[in-house]
Each structure stands twice: as structure tokens, then as C-alpha cells.
T-cell receptor, first 112, second 112 residues
Framework: KNQVEQSPQSLIILEGKNCTLQ??????????LRWYKQDTGRGPVSLTI???SENTKSNGRYTATLDADTKQSSLHITASQLSDSASYIC???????????WGAGTKLIIKP | NAGVTQTPKFQVLKTGQSMTLQCAQD?????MYWYRQDPGMGLRLIYY???????DKGEVPNGYNVSRLNKREFSLRLESAAPSQTSVYFC???????????FGQGTRLTVV
């Protein structure tokens, strides 16, 4: 069964610190992997989309990595800011039907 | 440029009542989607429309109907609301089925 698992479920860090969020998936065949940021009470906003051939992709202080062999991805946030407090969701696209398989998200809280 | 606009933002229904959630996008996208988001779970696809005039069931279509009124608008109808349909509903659109999706701000629906 296609699944996307994220860890940790929640994370609290101090402002200015770095953090890394993890995503493991079993989706096959694979089309692409996306990371979304969802602020409380808002819709998800795309951070990155990575295809099979891409190992790393950056968007400002956000850097996503993909290991298609082990079916793992990570999202690294550098020099965290209070505005980074949000849920971060990993989503994998199934190439057979383009269905998006959504993870449950990691809730990140940045404390001053 | 408003992106994806959903109405209403909040709604309380009694069991058995009906209502329609409205969604409009101004990005000239072909594909539109309706998702529901429940606590602790990933987004689940209710219905999608790959292009004007076509609709298809997603993962959890029971109890819902949709209409792709034109390229801009995609509505979701609950004919007889049930407490299990209490959720946050998101509309999204993308250029094609497997490209970046843009989300509305969500409709928080409570069925009592």
C-alpha cells in the first residue's frame, strides 16, 4: 500500500537553530516528491518539488534532499525564524495515476 | 491575482442539511481538486477534475458530489450532511495533474 510516513510528529526548537524533518515513503512507481508548508488555519503552500533524478533542491533557507533508492527525503531548515512555525507536509506522487499520497505532517514550533 | 478562492470560510450544519462549497481559481489551470483534512491525518482527495467538463472520484467520494461549472469554478456539494463530514475542506488547482498545486484557504465545516 502506498504510504508516506513523517517524523517527528512535532518538534520545538529555539529561534536561530537548524532542524531536519524526515519523510519515508513506499509509493511506487514514483513520480515526484513535494514538501508543503501549512500555517495554522491556511492552505498548504509548496516549498519544493523533486523528481527522481534530483538529489537536492533549495528554496531560501529550506533545503530538501531525496534518496530514491532508500525512498527517503529530508527537509532541512537553516537559521529558523518565528515565521517558520507551521506544519510541514511531505507528499509523493504516484506515477501510475498521478495520485498524491500525503503524509500527516510534522508540526514545527519555533520559540524565541 | 487572488489565486484560489473558497467560500464560505466557516459553516455549521445540522445533520441532514445540504450545502455547496464554492471554489474559483484565476490562474487558468486545467485541473482542480477537493480535499478534506482531518486531525492527525494527511489530506485525502474527495474528487478531482482534470479539465472542464470532467470529474473523477478520489479516495473518499461517498457523501459528496461535484460540479465543474467552467474552467474557473469547481463546487462541492453535501446532499445530506453527517457528523463524519466534520472537517476542513480545501480546494486546489494545478496546470496539469502532476504539476504544482495551489490551495485555497480552506472551509472549516462542523456538522452537529
Amino acid at each position: 500500500k502506498n504510504q508516506v510516513e513523517q517524523s517527528p510528529q512535532s518538534l520545538i526548537i529555539l529561534e536561530g537553530k537548524n532542524c531536519t524533518l524526515q519523510c519515508n515513503y513506499t509509493v511506487s512507481p514514483f513520480s515526484n516528491l513535494r514538501w508543503y508548508k501549512q500555517d495554522t488555519g491556511r492552505g498548504p503552500v509548496s516549498l519544493t518539488i523533486m523528481t527522481f533524478s534530483e538529489n537536492t533542491k533549495s528554496n531560501g533557507r529550506y533545503t530538501a534532499t531525496l534518496d530514491a533508492d532508500t525512498k527517503q527525503s529530508s527537509l532541512h531548515i537553516t537559521a529558523s525564524q518565528l515565521s517558520d512555525s507551521a506544519s510541514y507536509i511531505c507528499v509523493v506522487s504516484d506515477r501510475s495515476n498521478y495520485q498524491l499520497i500525503w503524509g500527516a505532517g510534522t508540526k514545527l514550533i519555533i520559540k524565541p | 491575482n487572488a489565486g484560489v478562492t473558497q467560500t464560505p470560510k466557516f459553516q455549521v450544519l445540522k445533520t441532514g442539511q445540504s450545502m455547496t462549497l464554492q471554489c474559483a481559481q484565476d490562474m487558468n489551470h486545467n485541473s482542480m481538486y477537493w480535499y478534506r483534512q482531518d486531525p492527525g491525518m494527511g489530506l485525502r482527495l474527495i474528487y478531482y477534475s482534470a479539465s472542464e467538463g470532467t470529474t473523477d472520484k478520489g479516495e473518499v467520494p461517498n457523501g459528496y458530489n461535484v460540479s465543474r461549472l467552467n474552467k474557473r469554478e469547481f463546487s462541492l456539494r453535501l446532499e445530506s450532511a453527517a457528523p463524519s463530514q466534520t472537517s476542513v475542506y480545501f480546494c486546489a488547482s494545478s496546470d496539469e495533474r502532476n504539476t504544482e498545486a495551489f490551495f485555497g484557504q480552506g472551509t472549516r465545516l462542523t456538522v452537529v
